[in-house]
């Protein structure tokens, strides 16, 4: 299906600075293609396309002092978001790649070490495979609260597994430090959805199972129509939208996600 | 029933130090009486019976530099221990006795403030009353793997939450916090049980319901014989068996408690 | 002194609901006398004044569905504060009273059995006493920021040790939690203070040197012209001024204190 | 100078068990060379050398039920361990590479986005540079007591920036976790060094200035006077010596390194 994406925002900053944005989705992944974008910034000193260990584009600029916004616009070619198959299999450690092994490690946001047995009361006498990620992230929902404002930057899995309550970004680190605790490869994604209400950057996991990643999303019970991923990571540490040096105010933020004709 | 209780520890003090003492039971509790007891001490330089603010007593001595021992003896004279009752009734806040309001507040190592979602998610529709006690009683027990050596003295609920393993301390102050996250008054117990394999010090739980305190042990699914309380407070920190103020080895510690024919 | 206090504060409850309310200092205090009080409430089905364990006046109430206010004003004759003195004398242990021993052990926003190590290094080679508590006082102001919004209601010592930074409440239980790694016994204190800017209820700290307590408030290096306490323990979970059973928004809420002329 | 290197262990397993083993230094790294090396293992159905996602050489075996064992050592031709340089610069973060930006993020047992504020108070007025960070290793050293015994494999900076005793792991994290608070890129390297008392084997920190990497090491005031990088990654979670699937008890484990003549 096509998708017509567009982020927005505007900050006020008090000096001149580094930023780093990452709003922009890779040209080709295993499930899209960016058909065409387009993104313009406030007058900037630079403005370089790089990427980081994990291969997602980053964009390195200087921002002005005062008002400094950007907007961001592309046309997505995306494949039709689909169901985590019951029957993906779990590999053996010495199967999975390098570029998936890392993600069955713990980290800041996804403390998989301090997990362990609460992933094997819940979830160790389940079959392994798809249908045990699928069971992981029903349990995320079924007994985590989604509501805005009750966390923050430094909430991790650890917080949200006992105060059961956040919002996209908790639901996937919970989800995620299960899955390792379960030596299941699992890491963050930043992507652009459709279908989110309001409207939103959106936080979801991959797991790798059967040699390929595979999209789980604990926010919802139905599945989301489509998927866009920006970044990926081992949490949302290493995916930021946006990262500034400088003090800052966010003055507005948008974003939209439609289906358009093709 | 009659029973035999001893306690004996040996210290090996780098200095001469204060010594708090608590291994004597009140002589006369809810469901207690103590026949006689023997307290003996190496020489110390005083050593003077006194309360703390929960009304325990508590043995202040002086104890000298090098090897410190005491020796506690008791014929107790103990109800069986009874079933919290499926009826017992959870009382309305105002309804509250001073002495019972405090146990529902949060505490060092009962973090019941952090677990307030938690608690409504398991056990927030269970119709209220001993029922619910005891149905958080069995979800610690059928949740957390008891297992010497895997939680220290900084152990709190909110880790025993998410750890799941632990010792008798740290199942009744996740149930001490549970109970509180629910309204229910609930206090941490140190006492000597009978029945208990290998013999120690034991941690449990008293919860006020219908206007009296009744016991909730966690770490069986059966009913310990009988359970004799030494001090209560509103966790492990208030009830700590010796507290001593100079560094020091434990080099001997032995709990024996036997029923003997009346 | 003389000093007209006033606190007012309105609720939106979704349902009647039980109401603890701690506004009213002690009609006799160490340092202050109330001379006049008045309580008004909205209409309630029950309002009884009732004491703590730790000998706070508490007054329970049944508040009604929707609006529901109350307006305390009093005119309280007050010592003025005095300077913690720098040669009050740090007692041992057993020369505690039980009153004051309870005050040297951790409480949930005071986690002084995580801090000794810190404590000991900072001030641990210090002569002990006044002084000593002082120059925790003062390591607290001058390490940690203050600044509204940067913690919540389960902020403890622990997070602001390392965040360093948080409102009055959380330099008070950094205060208390160093003091305790000390042994020296200290206890949380909300309160009314003369000078505070914007006006608001305090929370500061008193330690229990040379048989007396003594206020010490991290939050200013100037005397706060005088401080008149409603409720003391072992941290703010002790001492919440309001204790609401239903869900509800707090709609307006304010204090006041001022000299005026006797 | 010219190193004999040898790691053995031996391991109780449970069952047949995936391994991945790192004890094998790279072959060449910026101030080491293997001259020559041999690893031996009991018999293993497949030992397969591949690299991580951080480009350490990792042996993926598969290890036999019951005992295990194995045995390494090399030849290392090494340079002198070098002071980290006063002057070098700290870069501006559009001028870190890829491979150095990851290291300014916060991962699990580094929570710099935990320590902002603690960095800034201590070390925000220094002068940038190769300085700052030598400030921050001394500062770690002189506030944290080296025991062992005293942390284990989850504590992280967070907690040993209060609890202030560790080991070579603990002061590592701890100088990665200021130093990224301080965007310095800071990592966790696992190897071997000359004049370790007990042998062992050893953690320790490199940062990323002036477009190299330096190494800092918190437990020593002198300089160690030789250091060969095993594995290097976010913290002490990407570099595990032994990883092991299976239950399983270290039945023994040495590590030598001498100096030997060329």
């Known amino acids: 299906m096509l998708l017509a994406v567009r982020a927005t925002a505007t900050y006020e900053l008090q000096d001149e600075s580094f930023a780093f944005l990452m709003v922009e989705p890779p040209l080709s992944g295993a499930r899209h293609r960016v058909v065409e974008e387009r993104l313009t910034t406030t007058p900037t000193r630079s403005c370089e396309l790089r990427r980081d260990l994990y291969g997602n584009p980053q964009r390195h600029l200087i921002a002005p002092k005062g008002r400094f916004s950007f907007e961001f616009s592309a046309t997505v070619e995306a494949d039709p978001n689909a169901e985590l198959p019951e029957h993906a299999a779990e590999l053996p450690p010495h199967e999975l790649p390098a570029e998936a092994l890392v993600y069955t490690l713990p980290s800041r946001y996804c403390e998989s070490d301090l997990l362990g047995r609460m992933a094997q009361t819940e979830f160790g006498r389940l079959p392994p495979g798809g249908g045990r ?8 929902r079924g007994h985590v609260e989604y509501r805005y404002g009750t966390s923050g930057p430094t909430t991790s899995a650890r917080d949200t597994a006992i105060q059961r309550v956040g919002v996209c970004r908790d639901f996937a680190h919970l989800v995620i ?40 999303d604990a926010t919802t019970g139905c599945l989301r129509p489509a998927l866009v991923p920006i970044a990926v990571g081992r949490d949302a540490a290493d995916a930021a939208m946006m990262t500034l040096w400088t003090p800052h105010e966010v003055v507005e933020q948008a974003v939209e996600v439609r289906r358009v004709a093709e």
Chains 1, 2, 3, 4 share one sequence.
């Open 133 to 140: 990620v699928r069971a992981v992230a029903e349990w995320v």
């Open 177 to 216: 430090a299960f899955c390792r605790a379960l030596d299941i490869p699992a890491r963050y994604v930043s992507g652009y959805a459709l279908g989110l209400e309001p409207p939103d950057f959106h936080g979801f996991v991959q797991v790798y199972l059967g040699e390929a990643w595979h999209n789980i």
